[in-house]
């Protein structure tokens, strides 16, 4: 299984910028898929997680700014983030809790991340 995240890149305060993540391999069910990010001589943290049912949660700091979604037929979770501001700036990371064929649990993968850099 492999998790490609894109959509990182540079962008004023206040722009905005869409996060993309594709999982791809032997899949054969996706429960909740999370968006993380680790900000320089942070620790990394969890942003916002989506269900199986489409309920969300969002960090209080990126609430009303950040939307995830996900479609379930592509296995891909996106995050649109508006309103950016200097302190969003960070690597965001996707993850997924995926149970792939022949296997009877579900567990975490891990995307590589991809660098957001909001500038004041």
């Known amino acids: 299984v492999q998790l490609q995240a894109s959509g990182g890149g540079l962008v004023q305060a206040g722009g905005s910028l869409r996060l993309s993540c594709a999982a791809s391999g032997n899949i054969r069910s996706i429960n909740a898929m999370y968006w993380y990010r680790q900000a320089p001589g942070k620790e990394r943290e969890l942003v916002t997680s989506?269900?199986?049912?489409?309920?969300?949660t969002y960090v209080d700091n990126v609430k009303g700014r950040f939307t995830i979604s996900r479609d379930d037929a592509k296995n891909t979770v996106d995050l649109q983030m508006k309103s950016l501001k200097p302190e969003d700036t960070a690597v965001y990371y996707c993850n997924a809790n995926i149970r792939t064929y022949g296997s009877v649990t579900h567990r975490n993968y891990w995307g590589r991340g991809t660098l957001v850099t909001v500038s004041s």
């Open positions: 989506i269900l199986g049912d489409g309920t969300t």
